[in-house]
């Protein structure tokens, strides 16, 4: 049994909007143990072919990523680092943040000078 696995894209495009390429990639892969035979039953994933459609983090730029991309997936590629700040200080801001109404919430987290 052959146990290649093939990539293929198809319907390539570019999104304007955000940059960025999107694509749809299918995956031809043998059947291979009981595991997936058990899956199968309970999804559509029977081995064979598996179709995907994504983004897949393709930007024209580096400032389109950064601008564009959420903040989780910048910090999986090193590109955003997460302030630290203690979990005190978090629920002490939400306890103060929750004591003013509207845009005066964002004057909240700056403290007191």
Known sequence: MNDTVIIRT???MTNLL???KQMV???LHP???EIQENLAKITH???GKTTHFGSFMI???LDYTKKNEPKH???RHGLYEKKKTSRK???ERKSRMKKVRGTAKANVGAGKK
């Open 10 to 12: 198809r319907k390539f």
């Open 18 to 20: 955000l940059q960025e």
């Open 25 to 27: 990639i299918d995956v």
């Open 31 to 33: 059947r291979k143990t």
């Open 45 to 47: 994933f029977d081995g």
């Open 59 to 61: 930007y024209d730029s």
């Open 73 to 75: 997936k910048l910090a």
């Open 89 to 91: 200080q978090f629920k």
